[in-house]
């Protein structure tokens, strides 16, 4: 064999050898991965609280929602003084409250909001002042002229059933069957962080959802309205919105959309709707008997209590409300309740603030009787009062 010849064969052994090294090594690292015992996904586990998927599809709620929620027009003759001094406070001082001397010319006002459809034969729910305006007042002489725009582009005219401006709701009538309704919820349920849509027509924007969180409950003495027990949202509500529709992830309405808090006028994440539970008890008296029925146990004036009044008064703490001043031609001085005295429990239940009282007054149910828990003189007593008719 030539020198050429045998380094040719040689070099063919080489190569053969490291091959062989390649493959057996590949096959022995394939046999090891088998002889392994297969090991499962690794998926992060939510902790406690927290949904495997965090925003939840709200697509399905939406469509089943937005035909349920109409657009409210309102246009009302206003009366204006011509008198030019009828905004100045001088003028006012020596010349009344009401100096309108040269008589007066009459305007009209709109306003724009929106609406939840609470039956199929065209009852909606709105607030009173989307219907009233900014008074919040409607005039007998010249009611509002009311047009409700569906979802479905249809347009008609609607009548006033009855309004209640201390809770900024009115219930309005359109002459229409088989109309798309969102279901009641039971806004005792809600809790808070759970989440919430808004459904209105801000600006103008026909059927607009906006998605948030329930922010806080039960919130009161706001100034928005005389009876004050609203649910708090972040979820986006601007002008437009009020009267529309807040609805649980259930697809249930939970609230009727009112009022923000906004320092520009616009959306600042602090968003207020009155519960459903409360709508829900306005519609079917509106219903009945055109007006809200409240429970009163007369004229009472009441004032907070502070640390310092309490222990004077040898009141434990600083909850409960005090009696300041009160009419003897009522139920509740008729009963033995009278200045200095102050109220803890209503029915059982403690009593926080006055706005608290005012609401376990009204919602009692007219004809029956209380039962109040006082604190007199650092004494406890127990009061029977009846329940009257408010005006």
Known sequence: MSPRRLIFSLLLLACGFMTGLVLTGRMRQAEEARAQPA??????????????????????????????VANISSQQVVRRPNSPYYNDPFFRYFFGVDPDMFGSRGGVESSLGSGVIVSPDGYILTNNHVVAGESGRISLRDLPQITVGLADNREMPARII?????????????EAQDLRT??????????????VLAIGNPFQLNQTVTLGIVSAIGRRNLGV???????????????????????????????INTAIFSESGGYQGIGFAV????????????????????????????????????????????????????????????AGLRPGDVIVTFNGTAVTDGGHLSRLIQDSRIGNTAALGIIRDGSPIQLKIPIERGN
């Open 225 to 255: 309205s005389a009876y004050e027990d609203f649910i708090q949202t972040d979820a986006a509500i601007n002008p437009g919105n009020s009267g529309g529709a807040l609805v649980s992830a259930r697809g249930e309405l939970i609230g």
């Open 275 to 334: 519960p459903s539970n409360l709508a829900r008890r306005v519609v079917a008296d509106l219903q009945q008997f055109g007006v809200v029925q409240r429970g009163s146990i007369g004229y009472v004036e009441i004032a907070p209590l502070t640390a310092q009044v309490a222990q004077e008064l040898g009141v434990p703490d600083t909850r409960g409300v005090l009696i300041t001043r009160m009419r003897r031609q009522t139920a509740a001085y008729d």
């Open 162 to 174: 009855g309004v209640d401006p201390a809770t900024d709701l009115a219930l309005l009538k359109i």
């Open 39 to 68: 090991r499962p996904p690794q998926v992060a586990t939510p902790g406690p609280g927290i949904a495997a998927n965090a925003t939840p599809d709200f697509t399905v709620v939406a469509e089943r929602t937005v035909p349920a």
């Open 182 to 195: 969102i279901p009641w919820g039971d806004s005792a349920r809600l809790k808070v962080a759970e989440w």
